[in-house]
């Protein structure tokens, strides 16, 4: 039997470029377990010097991961497909997998499942239904991964926005004194994580992990440590959750529906704290704690705006 990688956002900024610049770090021991051979998919606009770097070896596809017919070319022959691109396209994935005899699938999701709004949860739980029946009809190894909250750089399109509003803003708007805790994670943390996973099958086939944060820490805590970092003292002024969210309504009806902000005020206020202990029994998961990994974000935000 064949034995070929197959990975996807292999040359992102966050955590999948991370993992692929582990795997290059760890060739020889990637090569054992794969010896046909390791496949990237990559978009058109990639630029792929780091990844070619890092995998002197790596095999390019370029095509679009909703495209199933391109992706049955890629998984022709694959042994293990790690999809990190998102979960918007794990229904394609998993689709083309089984058609292809794939063995075993990493995919890469989300703690989004377990919010108790509709809207942010109901699509990644039917996703992930359809991952776990596809998977146990064609006898395909699954392990999902969930990373809560992701930050680290300037592309996280979380941390980053925070970093944003607390260097710009003389006062710092929250919603019930941003008094409620998140348990954000490391793309580095992440990364390592996904290879612990790939190259310990044995104590991770057929499992989920929750990969988050060292420990929980309350919104206004972050806000706090980064304003520390940027030199700042955080001031803040609160807006009770009620009046918040009427805003959002009369938002909603002013704009008739064009601007839904409803229940983007909810999850606002909604705790996101998930325990990563099956992932440190199983495989050693150690991530980092907030205070630690927020640093080299705020200097590279800083490099970035002083240029």
């Not at 966050?14 to 060739?27: C, T």
């Not at 998977?135 to 999902?144: F, H, M, S, V, Y």
């Not at 290879?195 to 929980?216: C, H, I, M, Q, W």
Request: proline fraction near 4%; aromatic fraction near 10%.
């Amino acid at each position: 039997m064949s034995k070929v990688l197959v990975i996807t956002a292999a040359t992102g900024k966050k955590s999948g470029g991370a993992f692929a610049e582990l795997l290059g770090k760890n060739l020889d021991a990637v090569n054992q377990l794969f010896p046909d051979g390791i496949r990237a998919i990559v978009r058109a606009s990639s630029d792929t010097a780091k990844l070619e770097k890092a995998i002197p070896n790596v095999v390019k596809r370029v095509g679009a991961l909703e495209d199933i017919g391109f992706l049955k070319t890629v998984f022709q022959d694959a042994d293990t497909v790690v999809h990190i691109a998102g979960i918007h396209w794990s229904r394609e994935i998993v689709t083309a997998a089984a058609a292809c005899g794939v063995r075993r699938l990493i995919l890469v999701h989300t703690t989004g499942i377990y919010s108790k709004y509709k809207g942010a949860g109901e699509e990644y739980r039917q996703i992930d239904d359809f991952a776990y029946r596809t998977c146990k009809e064609n006898n395909i190894l699954l392990t999902i991964l969930r990373p809560t909250m992701i930050y680290g750089n300037v592309t996280d399109h979380n941390v980053v926005t925070f970093i944003k509003m607390v260097d710009r803003l003389p006062l710092m708007p929250v919603v019930n004194g941003a008094r409620y805790e998140l348990q954000p994670v490391h793309y580095q943390d992440l990364a390592e994580a996904y290879y612990a996973v790939l190259t310990r099958e044995a104590e991770t086939a057929n499992r989920d992990f929750v990969l988050s944060g060292k420990e929980p820490i309350e919104l206004r805590e972050m806000l706090r440590v980064i304003g520390e970092g940027l030199g700042k003292t955080v001031r803040f002024v609160s807006c009770p959750f009620p009046i918040a969210y009427a805003g959002a309504w009369a938002v909603y009806g002013l704009t008739l529906k064009k601007a839904d902000f409803r229940e983007k005020v909810q999850r606002l206020c909604e705790p996101r704290v998930y325990s990563h202990q099956d992932a440190m029994e199983a495989f050693g998961y150690s991530p980092r704690a907030f205070a630690e990994g927020v640093q080299d974000e705020i200097k590279e935000y800083r490099r970035q705006k002083n240029r």
